[in-house]
T-cell receptor, first 114, second 111 residues
């Protein structure tokens, strides 16, 4: 399966600390995306990194991609209580005769303690 | 607000029944995806439509079916419902391969 695996499954940190989540996947991708989900709500897109990019920043978010290791990491700096949510990586692969396919990982549950 | 709408918000029904969930994608998005999210299974991809045609199938049961209409809205039909079908059902839309925009979800409870 192409499905990504996030690590750790759960992470608890103090406000102001940095949070790092990792995602591993199995096959070639076009791009990798990170999403955030507050409890019971729809997922919200955070950032997209293309397969030919190695690092991308957006505000307090930093994403890296290592296609040789088939892994990505999401770093949230100076965390806030409002960052408490589940974070998912999604890999997008081009499948012959089918088009672009999304595969979501299992998610990391982040708790930021005020 | 993602621009994707889903109705109803909540649905409570009994085992053996059939329900229809509805999704309206963002204006201009041709792709619609359906996902099931339960506590023990995580986020499971069910099916994707692109401009009215089925594009990809994931872990969708035979009791479930979907379609996308000419106006691009989509419906997910769940029949012969079982207790284990209780979950959040999300619809998402995208310009193919780009960002997916998720709706608020429909919470289905099967009693």
């Amino acid at each position: 399966s192409q499905q990504g695996e996030e690590d750790p499954q759960a992470l608890s940190i103090q406000e102001g600390e940095n949070a790092t989540m990792n995602c591993s996947y199995k096959t070639s991708i076009n791009n990798l995306q990170w999403y955030r989900q507050n409890s019971g709500r729809g997922l919200v897109h955070l950032i997209l990194i293309r397969s030919n990019e190695r690092e991308k920043h957006s505000g307090r978010l930093r994403v890296t991609l290592d296609t040789s290791k088939k892994s990505s990491s999401l770093l949230i700096t100076a965390s806030r209580a409002a960052d408490t949510a589940s974070y998912f990586c999604a890999t997008v692969a081009l499948i012959a005769n089918t088009g672009n396919q999304f595969y979501f990982g299992t998610g990391t549950s982040l708790t930021v303690i005020p | 607000d993602s621009g994707v709408t889903q109705t109803p918000k909540h649905l409570i029904t009994a085992t053996g029944q059939r329900v229809t969930l509805r999704c309206s994608p963002r204006s201009g998005d041709l792709s619609v995806y359906w996902y099931q999210q339960s506590l023990d299974q995580g986020l499971q991809f069910l099916i994707q439509y692109y401009n009215g045609e089925e594009r990809a199938k994931g872990n969708i049961l035979e009791r479930f079916s979907a379609q996308q209409f000419p106006d691009l809205h989509s419906e997910l039909n769940l029949s012969s419902l079982e207790l284990g079908d209780s979950a959040l059902y999300f619809c998402a839309s995208s310009v193919t391969g780009g960002t997916q925009y998720f709706g608020p979800g429909t919470r289905l409870t099967v009693l």
